[in-house]
Structures are given as structure tokens and as C-alpha cells.
């Protein structure tokens, strides 16, 4: 019977880890980032947002900026930051093909972490300029939930 009972939370926990991905490929259709030129606020018509202060803002999903970072000449490193989301996708596959090493368990706290300080950065950092990014914020909240939720569930009920 404990073997069932042990059975049975791994499966819940495959399906709350898959659940929580899911969940982040919606956030990450969501603008995370925003893209500013200068406007007057009568020019500035849907989709865009006036931003305030004669600038006129694009609001830009993860997978767009991404899309535009990876052209010639742009910023590695910017590419590389808009990857970070993508490392709980890899995390949960490990976690969920691999035989619970404790290893795999550590990366995939560290890639919501990233993905949890970097959605919250984005969201709070452009949140207070007015603009609201609900997919970064989406993210960070999910990246937070799923931190707590695998810590908790760890002290309670280790593998």
C-alpha cells in the first residue's frame, strides 16, 4: 500500500509539473518586454500603448523579441536572457524521464528560479512606468508558485 501511495504522488506531481508548463507557454504568449518610439498620444492607437512622456509603446511576447534578437547583429546575451523561461520545459523532461536524482531536482528549482527572478524583474521594473506586462507577471507568479510547491512538496513527501 505505501508503494501505491508513493506511486500515486509522483504521478500528481508529473501532472502539476506539466499543469505548470502549460501554463507558461500562455504566459510567455503574453508581453514580457516593451519596445518604446516617440509618439503623441493621438497617434498612438491600438495595439500599441501610450506610454507616457511622448513615447508610444509595443508590448512584445517572449517568443516575438526572441524571434527579433536572433537576427544579425542584435545582442546574444539578450537572446540568452529570453531562453531562461524555456529552461523549466528542459528540467521538467529531466525530472520526469530521469530516476530522481537529486541533481536533476536542484537544476529544475534553479531554472524556475531564473525564470521566476526574470519574469518578476520584467514585470515590476516596467509596472512601475505604468505599462502591464501580464505575461511576465503571469510567469514570475507561476515560477513562484511552482518553487514553493516543489520545496513544500519535498519536505513532505521526498522521493
Sequence with gaps: MHQSRI???????????????????????????????PATKENCTAPLVYHGNG?????ISLPAAFLQLVKPG??????????????????????ILGKGQRSLWIFHLVAWGLTSALSLLLFFGIWLDR?????????????????????????????
Design 55 to 59: 513615447l508610444c509603446a509595443c508590448l
Design 131 to 159: 505599462v502591464f506586462l501580464w505575461g511576465a507577471g503571469l510567469g514570475g507568479l507561476l515560477s513562484v508558485a511552482m518553487l514553493t510547491g516543489e520545496l513544500l512538496a519535498a519536505k513532505f513527501h521526498p522521493d
Design 74 to 95: 542584435q545582442s546574444t546575451i539578450l537572446a540568452l536572457i529570453c531562453l531562461l523561461p524555456t529552461l523549466p520545459f528542459f528540467s521538467t523532461a529531466f525530472l
Design 7 to 37: 506511486s500515486r504522488i509522483r504521478k500528481l506531481k508529473a501532472v502539476v509539473r506539466l499543469a505548470a508548463l502549460v501554463v507558461l507557454l500562455v504566459a510567455m504568449m503574453g508581453p514580457w518586454i516593451i519596445d518604446s518610439h
